[in-house]
């Protein structure tokens, strides 16, 4: 008896699966293989012994030589086809590349949750450390000179954040994706995802630089206001993997859905940072 186990998960009542991945990737058919009832219950239990990456070998092997046997020229064109996709993409993810070779329905929304899993979490989680002061990095120290130009630098940087978010979320994958009928971009879709990241990368980066300047006592209010501004994109930023992901879990949701970022200050921010000032 053939059972279809889930690679980072499991199915039929087996217990192993991957808390980082989104329903919708434990659940879809490119993150199955399929074995006997013996060979599941044992791979679902020992997931030291076999790890997701060795699984997704298997079933590429397996794949391989089925169409190397059945020896038809489209067998053979999807294993050349194969050999060069995954090239660009050495870097990501098992799932990820498997979603790129098997394109199945909304692939690319499908791997764009996975590229935005496997880039952006990291450093998503790293800012979660950061609010809770769990790390911290060499302090800078400002003389009262320095202090309103570093001041101007940082909100003149938060508002280029504004702007490349307005541009990525809108236009960039947007255009990654295609048209409604129009096959997406695989390469354009990682170049999006990484922009993403880049942009969580360098908001962590502007609270860090905040938190651990040190200022003259006179703008330590000011300082101390500061904080947490880019936190509160960052916050913004950490919804897009998982709304993405609910709606491709199990059935897509059809129809037109919106999800609104907004970069907002806390109700009488300006007005404090104004006094302090």
């Known amino acids: 008896m053939l059972g279809a186990a889930h690679i980072f998960g499991a199915q039929a009542g087996a217990a192993r699966f991957d808390p980082a991945m989104a329903d919708a990737g434990r659940a879809d058919i490119t993150n199955a293989i399929w074995l006997c009832r013996n060979c599941h219950k044992r791979v679902d239990a020992d997931p030291q012994q076999y790890p997701a990456g060795l699984l997704f070998e298997w079933r590429r092997e397996h794949e ?6 059945l020896g038809k020229s489209g067998s053979l064109a999807r294993e050349r086809f194969r050999a060069r996709e995954p090239e660009p ?15 199945p329905d909304h692939w690319e929304y499908k791997l764009t ?14 800012w979660r450390h950061l609010e809770r002061g769990l790390y911290t990095r060499p302090s800078e120290q400002l003389s009262l000179d320095e202090f309103m130009p570093w001041h101007s630098a940082h909100f003149g940087e938060m508002s280029r954040f504004s702007g490349a978010l307005d541009g990525l979320i809108n236009q960039v994958f947007a255009e ?3 048209a409604d009928g129009v096959p997406g971009s695989a390469v354009d879709i990682e170049r999006a995802c990484d922009l993403f990241a880049d942009l969580c990368e360098q908001l962590v980066l502007w609270e860090e630089k905040v938190r651990f300047s040190v200022v003259p006592d006179e703008f330590e209010d000011v300082r101390a206001l500061m904080v947490g501004v880019g936190g509160r994109l960052l916050d913004q930023l950490a919804r897009v993997p998982p709304k993405m992901a609910d709606l491709f879990s199990g059935e897509p949701k059809t129809g037109v859905h919106r999800l609104s970022l907004e970069l907002d200050l806390p109700d009488g921010w300006v007005q404090r940072h104004n006094a302090a000032l």
């Open 64 to 69: 391989t030589r089925t169409g190397q046997a």
């Open 89 to 103: 993409f050495a870097k990501a993810s098992y799932l990820a590349q498997q979603i790129i070779l098997d394109r």
């Open 113 to 126: 949750v996975e590229l935005l899993r496997t880039a952006a979490e990291p450093i998503l989680t790293r």
């Open 176 to 178: 990654a994706w295609g």
